[in-house]
């Protein structure tokens, strides 16, 4: 590995190569911050011929940051496939929501994209800037915090000074726990079951999400036929599904689903994920500031876990570009508390409301579904709420970084 800036200390070190910390390294190197990239792993790989199992439904505001640093082409080229229309319905009661690009007067509702696509282009872009520096295969194992700046160390034994750095290694981010920052955990005693199906519906542009008694599915369009399952259910459920062989399993997805899909005719291997909820009681600590699944976790039914991670990216990016323009040190207590006011009560709001759909839905308590229902049912014809929601998911709506601004195209 060899540093691309010859100074000792890098302005900012970012722990963790997955999409928000790709993402943030990508946006500082473009306002010519050093900055080293400290990777888990090495260079993802995407495979042209064959969908990775981990996709994301990627709103406006995200396609908006990648375009700014200049990686959405290649993002592009690779696979990408837009959807324009989202039917979310209650099973018992039948209240449903729906929504559709052309009613919003938007060009699209998001974009289902593999993670690999996005951290491989990521790293594609990486390398091209000259500012940035990566260490593949290197785990943060500890630092030391003194008055001028932090000295890291991983376990390849490298040794990395920075002014700043910057927690993105997911929900067990070792930052936060060196930094003695607490989370507050909900636990969620679900699983996630992700799987690639074939359906003979030829729609390939419209999402489907299903609230059952025993948790919630979700069919995300890949592409003509394939889909993207992500089925969050509770454990017991869980070992059901994961026991039953691949026809009873297509069989229990059409059912599921009530045939709106059509008939699901093949499944692929099935990959399981243990879901978290959690906030990190503080998103900075001194010479420290935390991003993505690092600073919070939800869970994946409103397919905005990432999105929020890039928001996180996209907000400290900007906070430490102003307040280098008025001659402020990135590593203020003042600077890094302007990163936090701004990301952890909106963050805060999502986490919330995830956990009262879980709790609307998810309840064995009598009437809550039915309250779930007549509440789907009434902000499908409350058309203000409606377009506020849409907004918000979509990414046009908020206390958005200059970037991600809602005047600014997010065509694919
Ligand atoms: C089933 C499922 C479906 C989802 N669907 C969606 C969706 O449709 N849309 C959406 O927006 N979100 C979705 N999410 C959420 C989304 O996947 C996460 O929010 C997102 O991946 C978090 O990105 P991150 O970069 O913060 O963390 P991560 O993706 O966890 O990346 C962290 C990286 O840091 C590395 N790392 C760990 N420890 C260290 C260390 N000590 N040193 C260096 N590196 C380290 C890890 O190896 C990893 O590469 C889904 C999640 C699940 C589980």
Known sequence: MVFKHKEEVFDVAISGGGIAGGTLAGLLGLQGFNVC???????????PNQHHPRVNAVNHASIRIF?????????RNKRVNPYYQMHVWESDTRGAIE????EMRVPHLGAIIESTVLTSSLFDLLARQPNVSVIEKSRLEGFLVNDVNLALHTDSG?????????GAEGADSISRSLSNIGKREYASGQQAIVAEVLTDNHDGHTAWQVFLPNGVAALLPLEEGKYSLVWSCDDEYYHTLMALDDTEFCETLTTSFEGRVGRITGVGKRYSFVLRQHQAESYIARRVA????????????????????????????QVLG????????????????????????????????MRGFQLLFGSRIQ????????GLKL??????????LAGFAMGDIGDLPLICSASINADI
């Not at 929504?99 to 052309?102: I, S």
Request: hydrophobic letters at 40%; a positive charge; glycine letters at 10%.
């Open 322 to 353: 102003e307040s280098r323009q008025h001659g402020r040190d990135v590593d203020s207590y003042t600077v890094l508390r302007r990163y936090e006011r701004w990301r952890k009560g909106d963050n805060a709001l999502v986490l919330d409301s």
């Open 67 to 75: 375009k700014h640093i200049g990686v959405w082409e290649d993002i």
């Open 290 to 317: 935390l991003i993505g699944d690092a600073a919070h976790s939800i869970l994946p039914l409103a397919g905005l876990g990432a999105n929020m991670g890039l928001l996180d990216a996209a907000s400290l990016s």
């Open 37 to 47: 990239l400290i990777s888990a792993g090495s260079k993802p790989q995407w495979d």
């Open 379 to 388: 902000v499908n014809h409350l058309n203000p709420v409606k377009k506020a």
């Open 99 to 102: 929504f559709d690009a052309k």
């Open 367 to 374: 009437g809550s579904r039915v309250i779930g229902g007549a």
């Open 158 to 166: 490298h040794e990395v000074r920075c002014r700043l750095l910057v």
